[in-house]
């Protein structure tokens, strides 16, 4: 166990609709970090938080968004799914900025979405 | 960050050392080795990383050659829990904001009983 929480595990939906996926990182990390796994692309950074500001962003949609709240948790949002956004989501924590040689990364257990 | 090579895929049995190759020839004097591995329907977990010497933890060890262009991860003893993806990925001490972590594909370890 990472200490990373994400929720829901699973989730189901429809073309064209938004979700919203939830992380939690281990007590003391302020960074929060998003990635995308699908079948054909592997693991995809996508947008890297830290105390609440926004970082870095690297493959990430227009359609999608992400935040990371005072109490460090962060949310990604996914609007306007396109079948092609079915994969898994995993997000990491760490303790630094994220600018380190040394950084290291603690993976949650992913959301699977699936988009119908 | 700098390029790593690793093979698609490798085979060990149970109980036996394996060693797992990562050729970095690009690498820079300031890139760090990470290795993290991904088990079935898992996140990826961090293994171990290292600068310049050798390095051990409960997990593995961590070979570096002394001209830094390749690395060998070893498991002492392997066990089916092991069976997992291995990246090896590089990260430079003095990297911008931004630069996180690059998955390449990595080598899936099969553990045979």
């Known amino acids: 166990d990472s200490g990373v929480t994400q929720t829901p595990k699973h989730l189901i939906t429809a073309t064209g609709q938004r979700v919203t996926l939830r992380c939690s990182p281990r007590?003391?990390?302020?960074?929060v970090y998003w990635y995308q796994q699908s079948l054909d692309q592997g693991l995809q950074f996508l947008i890297h938080y830290y105390n609440g500001e926004e970082r870095a962003k690297g493959n990430i949609l227009e359609r999608f968004s992400a935040q990371q709240f005072p109490d460090l948790h962060s949310e990604l949002n996914l609007s306007s799914l396109e079948l092609g956004d079915s994969a898994l989501y995993f997000c990491?924590?760490?303790?630094?900025?994220?600018?380190?040689?040394?950084?290291?990364?603690?993976f949650g257990p992913g959301t699977r979405l699936t988009v119908l | 960050d700098a390029k790593t090579t690793q093979p698609n895929s490798m085979e060990s049995n149970e109980e036996e050392p394996v060693h797992l190759p990562c050729n970095h020839s690009t690498i820079s004097g300031t890139d760090y080795i990470h290795w993290y591995r991904q088990l079935p329907s898992q996140g990826p977990e961090y293994v171990i990383h290292?600068?310049?010497s050798n390095v051990n933890n409960r997990m593995a060890s961590l070979a570096i050659a002394e001209d830094r262009k390749s690395s060998t991860l070893i498991l002492h003893r392997a066990t089916l829990r092991d069976a997992a993806v291995y990246y090896c990925?590089?990260?430079?001490?003095?990297?911008?904001?931004?630069?996180?972590?690059?998955f390449g594909p990595g080598t899936r370890l099969s553990v045979l009983p």
């Open positions: 990491a924590s760490g303790t630094s900025g994220g600018y380190l040689g040394t950084d290291t990364q603690y």
């Open positions: 007590s003391g990390d302020l960074s």
């Open positions: 990925i590089l990260r430079d001490l003095n990297n911008n904001y931004g630069q996180n972590f690059v």
């Open positions: 290292g600068l310049t």
